[in-house]
């Protein structure tokens, strides 16, 4: 079955990064577009970024210039760089893809940022 397994969330004061790590298994990773979301308490999960398996990539505005997204085939794995982060990154972060019109999620990863 497909399993997403996200890491590399914790607690990190304003200014600073983390690197998310989602593995992916029960896919064809190289073919699935990666997609990252977040969700804050009392909000809506939003969408942060997304890679094509061409690497083609997109961001929502509020993480531009900030966070950046990537992949690697070889080890089923899409990353989730963020730098200078702000107590309004602070959210569960959740990985997400698509595999024969199913959606899936993993269980998120919690970043929390402090001011």
């Known amino acids: 079955q497909v399993q997403l397994v996200e890491s590399g969330g914790g607690l990190v004061q304003a200014g600073g990064s983390l690197r998310l790590s989602c593995a992916a298994s029960?896919?064809?990773?190289?073919?699935?577009?990666m997609g990252w979301y977040r969700q804050a308490p009392g909000k809506q999960r939003e969408l942060v970024t997304t890679i094509t398996r061409n690497t083609v990539t997109n961001y929502a505005d509020s993480v531009k210039g900030r966070f950046t997204v990537s992949r690697d085939n070889a080890k089923n794995t899409v990353y989730l760089h963020m730098n200078n982060l702000k107590p309004e990154d602070t959210a569960v972060y959740y990985c997400?893809?698509?595999?024969?019109?199913?959606?899936?999620w993993g269980r998120g990863t919690q970043v929390t940022v402090s001011s």
């Open positions: 997400n893809t698509n595999s024969l019109g199913l959606e899936y």
């Open positions: 029960g896919i064809v990773f190289r073919l699935n577009v």
